[in-house]
């Protein structure tokens, strides 16, 4: 096996058996369970309790498929009365003509109750009204709710993975950096090799988690029924959020190690990292943004230019439809960005990893031969 | 061989220091296969910076390392065996699975890597803490540790910066002989100590470096043949004031005069200690390695 691969496997086994990962994993999958359970809890179907006296009940549910109703009949108006000041039931309807309800009827019911009844008695008179046509000029909304939940629920979890395993990597280069261990793996490994293999090594960890939170979020929302709205074509997605997710993990964890190396004790990792975090911060902001407004000027561009694409445009493809031609482009121009990373990163890491001591400044790393 | 040649190192300097430290001012020696080679010198001579140019860890700006007469490469180095004056493991890591790792990214095979994780632990005495983490054993046994990692991999080459430092006797004899027998074996040894009584008694061969540049090298008794030897002198009971005049020290212990002395004429001082009282002893002394290490640097 080549040293990077040694090294990766070293980080993935150290990783996976803390217990920190098992009950961080563990609690993310509740998490994200929990999140499509959520809609059906709180959201659910409107439902309505209704009751009738001497009258005939009138076909809601043809009106307003998505809502329940449940009828009582009750022998008078006085039993009726009872039954709605006690909140039994939402609505008494009597002898055809008069509502009973406590205090002010719900706006929708109330509404629904008028044109049924409408309805119903021209039809008995033999009138009959062709239902209004509706057409959307406009792009497809049907999804619209799912595709901003989904999004939202991207953006947190990117945001997290990527802050959370770019820092691992720093930890860990300070970590072999400041025990002086790296002098012993450097006399054995290229120093490519040694921040690459803890990159693959921590990216694999990240890549665990995020293919857990898939497939639980998944697995939950089939359970619960909400995947009936999720949008088509959601394996592209999970394949894209994949994708992207690989793209900005290796641009961030390869700058993470690199400012890392410049430090010797784990105190000083989070001023090194300081700008970076910054950029993620930036981009998450951006892409909270972008999940309200996915098609504005704002998301539109920064879904082109790296890092901030990297959680801008995934987020753009889950809350609204983009070409394959944008992303495409977004994604080139991503790769040649992480290619760059790579050869920055490793070049200022080769330069600083050995010099233990005081910070050492970028600038010096750079200008030096 | 081993052969290491006019290293120059310059380190940066800081707002203090505008011209930098010179470290290294054309250092070079050879070690023979199944050689013990002791690199002495004092604090801040340049000892760890060689052996860090010559592990690659740092760039001389002049100078080379070669390995059976072609200069030192990264694959060579690989098969090299190394001890850093600052110790560093995986405090977390387990030690047999550390040993184990580095045996592996030393090109072993996960067998192979298993077998000689097991043999050093058993022969350097960390065998029953091989499931606990580094970090529990005492920096005595994790020195230990250190050293199988230097080893495991069955090294063509060893570079020990002060691998005896910090241990107790016991793991000073175990450390000694597992080196001669690598030594036995065709491997040249190089380490570095301020031990030196101990370099003394277990090299071959000695460099004394003083301020970056080699003083003296050679094989222990060369130097203690080319050293200036010292006439030692005991007499009993002499007249006062007897050597007075004389070059050298005189030390009084009871009634024994003892005169340590590099002056040259060796029969003026007889005849003079003759008439002053009785002699005991006169002769001449090889200088301990200490004294020609004294010698050297100063
Ligand atoms: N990273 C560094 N930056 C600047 N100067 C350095 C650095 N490393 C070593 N030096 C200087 O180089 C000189 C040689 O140091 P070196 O560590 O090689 O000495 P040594 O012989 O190993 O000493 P010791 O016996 O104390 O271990 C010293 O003056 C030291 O201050
Ligand atoms: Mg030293």
Not at chain 1, 27 to 36: D, E, G, N, P, R
Not at chain 1, 108 to 124: C, D, P, T
Not at chain 1, 234 to 248: D, E, I, K
Not at chain 2, 142 to 163: G, I, M, N, T, Y
């Amino acid at each position: 096996m080549n040293g990077l691969m040694l090294v990766a496997r070293r980080e993935i086994v150290t990783q996976v058996r803390t217990k920190a990962f098992v009950i961080g994993l563990l609690i993310t999958a509740a998490l994200v369970a929990a999140i499509s359970f959520a809609p059906k809890l709180f959201g659910g179907p409107e439902s309505y309790a209704l009751g009738t006296v001497d009258s005939q009940r009138l076909p809601l549910e043809a009106a307003a498929p998505d809502a329940e109703f449940t009828w009582r009949a009750f022998p008078d108006e006085a039993a009726a009365k009872q039954a709605v000041l006690a909140g039994d039931v939402d609505a008494v309807l009597v002898g055809g003509t008069k509502v009973l309800t406590d205090g002010k009827i719900d706006d929708q019911l109330g509404v629904l109750l008028q044109s049924v009844n409408r309805e119903a008695k021209l039809g008995a008179a033999g009138v009959s009204i062709p239902p209004l046509q509706v057409v959307s000029v406009g792009a497809d909304t049907r999804y619209q709710a799912a595709r901003t939940g989904l999004a939202t629920v991207l953006v947190i979890v990117l945001f997290m993975m990527l802050i959370g395993q770019a820092t691992m990597v720093a930890m860990g280069v300070v970590e072999e950096k400041g025990s002086r261990i790296v002098e012993i793996l450097l006399a054995t490994l290229r120093p490519w090799q040694l921040l690459g293999g803890k990159i693959v090594g921590l990216g694999v960890v990240g890549l665990i988690n995020l293919v857990t939170i898939l497939a639980v979020g998944l697995a939950a929302s089939m359970a619960s029924g909400i995947s009936a709205d999720f949008p088509p074509g959601m394996p592209g997605l999970v394949a894209g959020v994949l994708v992207w997710f690989v793209l900005g993990y290796a641009f961030f964890a390869t700058l993470a190690g690199a400012f890392a190396s410049l430090v010797s004790r784990q105190e000083e990792v989070n001023s090194v990292l300081t700008p970076l975090i910054m950029v993620i911060m930036v981009s998450y902001f951006v892409s909270f943004f972008a999940t309200r407004d996915p098609t504005g000027t704002l998301a539109t561009v920064t879904s082109y230019v790296p890092p901030f694409s990297s959680m801008i445009m995934p987020v753009r493809m889950a809350a609204a439809e983009v070409p394959l031609w944008q992303a495409g482009l977004s994604m080139a121009a991503m790769v040649v960005a992480v290619l760059a990373a790579l050869a920055f990163g490793a070049k200022v890491y080769q330069r600083a990893v050995l010099r233990t001591g005081a910070r050492v400044k970028l600038g010096d790393v750079v200008r030096a031969r | 061989m081993l052969e290491i040649s006019e290293l120059h190192k310059r380190f940066a300097g800081g707002p203090d220091a505008p011209d930098g430290k010179l470290a290294l001012d054309g250092i070079g020696f050879a070690v023979r296969p199944g050689e013990m080679y002791g690199f002495v010198g004092a604090n801040g001579a340049g000892k760890t910076t060689t052996m860090r140019i010559v592990m690659g860890v740092l760039q001389a700006d002049s100078g080379s390392v070669s390995w059976q007469g072609r200069p030192l490469g990264y694959e060579d180095r690989r098969r090299f065996g190394y001890m850093p004056e600052e110790r560093g493991l995986y405090q977390k890591m387990r030690v047999a699975e550390q040993i184990e790792y580095f045996g592996r990214l030393h090109g072993m095979s996960a067998a192979v890597a298993k077998k000689a994780t097991e043999d050093l632990m058993e022969r350097l005495g960390v065998a029953e803490r091989r499931n606990d983490p580094v970090q529990a054993l005492s920096l005595g046994n994790q020195q230990r540790v250190q050293l199988a990692v230097a080893l495991v991999h069955d090294p063509e080459v060893l570079v020990l910066d002060e691998p005896f430092s910090g241990l107790d006797p016991i793991a000073v004899d175990a450390l000694a002989t597992a080196l001669q027998e690598r030594c036995a074996g065709g491997v040249p040894v190089i380490f570095s100590s301020h031990q030196l009584e101990l370099v003394e008694r277990l090299c071959d061969s000695v460099g004394i470096v003083s301020a970056g540049r080699m003083v003296a090298t050679g094989t222990v008794a060369d130097l203690r043949s080319a050293g200036n030897d010292t006439l030692r002198v005991v007499v009993r009971n002499p007249a006062q004031g007897w050597a007075d005049g004389l070059p050298g020290t005189v030390t009084v212990s009871g009634d024994r005069h003892i005169l340590r002395t590099t002056y040259g004429d060796d029969q003026e001082i007889l005849r003079r200690a003759v008439k002053a009282g009785h002699v005991e002893h006169f002769g001449h002394e090889r200088p301990t390695l200490t004294e020609i290490f004294k010698e050297a640097v100063a």
